[in-house]
């Protein structure tokens, strides 16, 4: 009996937040440009960890959303990037966190994939951005007047199912308005906000970062995939557990691929910005919200 693979799929978030009034059509545009271009690499035949990076390198570019250009100001001022990549192939990770003066966080994480640190931070991430070659910039040019005034909306994120039948993860996010300087939340922890296994599936999340890394939330829902739950309902158990553990504002939201190919995404925030597109799509399905998606 020949067994069939589920063909490609790439799934998007660009952050669990309450989106401004005048921003939608910004947020919309900006999920569906990066989502084609995700796609785009996957029709081409190319890997699930090339489609990730893509298109967070496409989300890290706008600054509605708050990775990249458009990160959010610590305490004293300053931009601090996490991001984190995951390949489900050999469950490598490549992740920085406090880092600063790049114009792709996310591209530094892919770069660490085959080194045997997982995990740098702030002077040693930069230090190897700059022996690497990968793109600098000025701290000036991160900041833009055009984004919104309160980046409380945390993380963007990408899954992709690749029609090898590989499965990649991967996060990156500007921090949160008036941290503490050094501030490490969820995004670039495997198990918290990110995991992805072949065998499995592959999770990102967005949110509360401390409760999501509290309760190693990617882990949870990858378990319950394990079991044989469907992704949607996985992620939604999941994040019932944020406002137990750090109080009624604890939310966040999650998108998730199973290694048979079932799509699903939730959110217990006012707004979840998700952009989706697969085989045989001519172009991605974009929602601000779960309840604009009625397909599932």
Known sequence: ???????????????AKEIEPGDEQANRDGIREA???GGRVLADGRSALDAVECAIRVLETLPVFNAGTGSALNA??????CAGLMDGRHRSVGAVTVIQDVRHPISVARRLLPEKEILLAGEGALLFAREHNLELTLEESLRSDAAPAQQEHDTVGAVALDSHGHIAAGTSTGGLTGSRVGRVGDSPQPGSGLYADDRTGGVSLSGDGETIARIASASQIIARLRLGEEPGGAIEAVLSELPEVGGEDADGGAIAIGA?????WNHNSPHFAVGLIS?????????????EDTQR
């Open 1 to 15: 009996m020949t067994e069939t693979r589920p063909g490609w799929a790439l799934i998007i978030h660009g952050g």
């Open 35 to 37: 989502a084609a271009a």
């Open 76 to 81: 004293a001022g300053g931009i601090e990037m």
């Open 260 to 264: 048979d190919g079932r799509i699903g």
């Open 279 to 291: 085989e045989g799509m001519n172009e991605p399905g974009v929602w601000l919200a779960k309840s």
